[in-house]
């Protein structure tokens, strides 16, 4: 069975700092991984998504992540947080395109000091 | 309107009522999910509609709670003789297809059972 493991019920970066939340998973085919995130009385949003295609993927506000298969992880980085970072980021998988299912992490928040 | 809208956005009922949740999604998007999303935990797939079906239901916890979508566009969870254990954020979302993981949330309808 599908899971996903979020790495951190909370994770805190200084303004300015490396911004890095892990994400493992278990799939016994080759998955599909997602990172939404969830702003603060908002809905959550498509981050980005690997498909595939190339194993780093850029994703909106200069976040982009790794596909390791070697390792099932898809870790979420940022070189550089900004106070409109804090938000809770969650990590999913589907085990293929035509998989409408998705599994999803506990989530992150991600909060910012100044 | 251009997202997904749900409403009530926030309700109270009391152990035993009758609650309906309702969602509009992005027009032309014939993909709908439920999902709940309990306190810490990542959202847990409900059911899934393709139109007017519900292509799968197997996410719903018992016969209490029961989703409609009547015309392929709005659709309502309903939930009979709610119990405290229902109490969670109800999250609905919208895609132009199955399995494409891009999925357009909701804000949510948090549902309080007292």
């Known amino acids: 069975a599908q899971s996903v493991t979020q790495l951190g019920s909370h994770v805190s970066v200084s303004e300015g700092a490396l911004v890095l939340l892990r994400c493992n998973y278990s799939?016994?085919?080759?998955?599909?991984l997602f990172w939404y995130v969830q702003y603060p009385n908002q809905g959550l949003q498509l981050l980005l998504k690997y498909t595939s295609a190339a194993t780093l993927v850029k994703g909106i506000n200069g976040f982009e992540a790794e596909f390791k298969k070697s390792e099932t992880s898809f870790h979420l980085t940022k070189p550089s947080a900004h106070m409109r970072d804090a938000a809770e980021y969650f990590c999913?998988?589907?085990?293929?395109?035509?998989?409408?299912?998705?599994?999803w992490g506990a989530g992150t928040k991600l909060i910012i000091k100044p | 309107g251009a997202g997904v809208s749900q409403t009530p956005s926030n309700k109270v009922t009391e152990k035993g009522k009758y609650v309906e949740l309702r969602c509009d999604p992005i027009?032309?998007?014939?993909?709908l999910y439920w999902y709940r999303q309990s306190l810490g935990q990542g959202p847990e797939f409900l059911i899934y509609f393709q139109g007017t079906g519900a292509a799968d239901d197997s996410g719903l916890p018992n016969d209490r709670f029961f989703a409609v979508r009547p015309e392929g566009s709005v659709s309502t969870l309903k939930i009979q003789r709610t119990e405290r254990g229902d109490s969670a954020v109800y999250l609905c979302?919208?895609?132009?297809?199955?399995?494409?993981?891009?999925?357009?949330f909701g804000e949510g309808s948090r549902l309080t059972v007292l």
């Open positions: 999913a998988v589907s085990e293929g395109r035509d998989n409408y299912q998705l599994i």
């Open positions: 027009s032309g998007h014939t993909a």
């Open positions: 979302a919208s895609s132009s297809g199955p399995g494409w993981g891009e999925l357009f």
């Open positions: 799939s016994s085919v080759p998955p599909y």
